[in-house]
Nanobody
Framework: QVQLVESGGGLVQAGGSLRLSCAAS????????MGWFRQPPGKEREFVAA????????SYAGSVKGRFAISRDNPKNTVSLQINSLKPEDTAVYYC?????????????????WGQGTQVTVSS
């Protein structure tokens, strides 16, 4: 079955950096656009970033543009999210997701598979 497994979360001070990774299995990775979402405490899940199946197109939420960078390694079936200049408001559970349709990157309904999430906590 399809599995998406996130890693790399943790507790970091404001201004610090983290690199999140998502390992995919059970699917033809190059057929799927990949996205990162996050869910802050007490709030709804929100779009963070996405990358097309071949990696040629990326998309970011306005709140993270310039600080976050999404990338993928198709031979290794992984997608990563480099997070820089962390702020307390970046505290959330971060999820990776796979989309066969590869459109409407910011819409959770576009995604077919989800990981279990990794916690990122930013202290001030």
């Amino acid at each position: 079955q399809v599995q998406l497994v996130e890693s790399g979360g943790g507790l970091v001070q404001a201004g610090g950096s983290l690199r999140l990774s998502c390992a995919a299995s059970g699917l033809t990775f190059t057929n799927y656009a990949m996205g990162w979402f996050r869910q802050p405490p007490g709030k709804e899940r929100e779009f963070v970033a996405a990358i097309s199946s071949r990696g040629g197109t990326t998309s970011y939420a306005g709140s993270v543009k310039g600080r976050f960078a999404i990338s993928r390694d198709n031979p290794k079936n992984t997608v990563s999210l480099q997070i820089n200049s962390l702020k307390p408001e970046d505290t959330a559970v971060y999820y990776c997701a796979a989309s066969l349709r590869g459109k409407s990157y910011s819409d959770t309904l576009s995604y077919d598979y989800w990981g279990q999430g990794t916690q990122v906590t930013v202290s001030s």
